[in-house]
C-alpha cells in the first residue's frame, strides 16, 4: 500500500486542509504523468459539493494497453481483486464493457469501477461524440 505525505492533502474553497480521500488519492495516481483516467459518477458530485458520500468510485479510462497497464500497477499496490464484470483489459473495454475492483484501505472496504464508454458505441461514434472539433458540450448520447 502506498504511504502517506503532505501530498495526500487537499484544500478544501473555504482553504481548510484535510486529508485526501482514497479516491483522490487513486485519481493522483491513475494520472502520474499523463491523464489517463477522470473521476465521474459518485464521487464527482461529492467533488462538487453536491453529495457528502459515495459507496464507490467511477472513472472513465482513456482507452490503450498503456493507461490498463498502469490502471492494474496502481490497482495491485492496494491488492485490489475484482469483483464481478469483464476483466480489465482494452479488448473488453472496446466494447463498452465495465470493470470492478474491490480492496481495503485503513479498515473501509474501498470499491471502484472502470469503463472507457458507453455500451454498444463504436469506436467512430465515440470519435465524433468526443473529437477535439467537438463545438457543444455532450449531455446525452
Sequence with gaps: MPSSSITDLTITNEG???????????????????????ISSG????????????????????????????ILIVLSQYKAHYRFGAPLDVRWMCGGWSSHFEFYHKGLRIRTDFLTRPPRISQERLRRLCGKNRKRLIYHL
Design 43 to 70: 464521487q464527482a458530485v461529492v467533488l462538487h459539493r453536491l453529495a457528502i458520500m459515495s459507496k464507490d468510485g467511477d472513472w472513465i479510462l482513456k482507452e490503450d494497453t498503456e493507461t490498463i497497464k498502469h
Design 16 to 38: 481548510s486542509i484535510l486529508p485526501m480521500n482514497i479516491y483522490l488519492q487513486l485519481t493522483k495516481q491513475f494520472n502520474k504523468g499523463k491523464l489517463r483516467a477522470v
